[in-house]
């Protein structure tokens, strides 16, 4: 260990890094990395109303997502269909491609996780993650963050 084991930012940062070189290799080439698989699971399980409720609900500025979504369309994973109700209205929703993509995600990140959190007992990964959603939620509360695209800005405003 090192004399910034104590340090909680460093601690933070070297298990954030970890997850997201993980992660990044998971998703692999999927358009839109981690954005694209958040995407793809909303229009798999979630179903958004409308394509502007899935850039609210992901916290994704409209135009970043219509990029992404390209990128998801061309790649056969999504498509963009008339809401019923009202022709103006875009629904997002999986393709059979797209659902069988998921499912492959979904287990490669299950090992991608499973990998970050190996030095952990099983018990003690179940506390981890709860106290981290418990203390995610508290931060959210006291400094909300309106989007992932105003977080990523945070943090790269704040690099030196």
């Known amino acids: 260990m090192t004399a910034l084991e104590d340090d909680f930012g460093w601690t933070l940062g070297v298990v954030f890094r970890a997850f997201v070189k993980a992660t990044n290799q998971a998703v692999g080439d999927l358009p839109g990395g981690h954005r694209g698989y958040q995407i793809l699971t909303a229009a798999t399980r979630d179903q958004p109303e409308s394509q502007s409720a899935l850039c609210q ?3 994704i500025d409209r135009t970043v997502m219509t ?23 875009r629904l997002v929703v999986a393709t059979d491609v797209g659902r069988a993509r998921l499912e ?57």
């Open 67 to 89: 990029y992404l979504l390209d990128d998801l369309e061309r790649a056969s994973l999504v498509e963009r269909r008339p809401a019923p109700t009202d022709r103006r209205t």
């Open 104 to 160: 492959e995600l979904d287990l490669r990140l299950s090992h991608a996780e499973a990998h970050v959190l190996s030095g952990l007992s099983a018990g003690d990964r179940e506390t981890f993650k709860a106290l981290l959603r418990r203390l995610a939620g508290h931060v959210n509360e006291l400094d909300p963050v309106p989007s992932a695209c105003q977080a990523v800005q945070d943090i790269a405003a704040s690099t030196p």
């Open 57 to 59: 609900q992901l916290g």
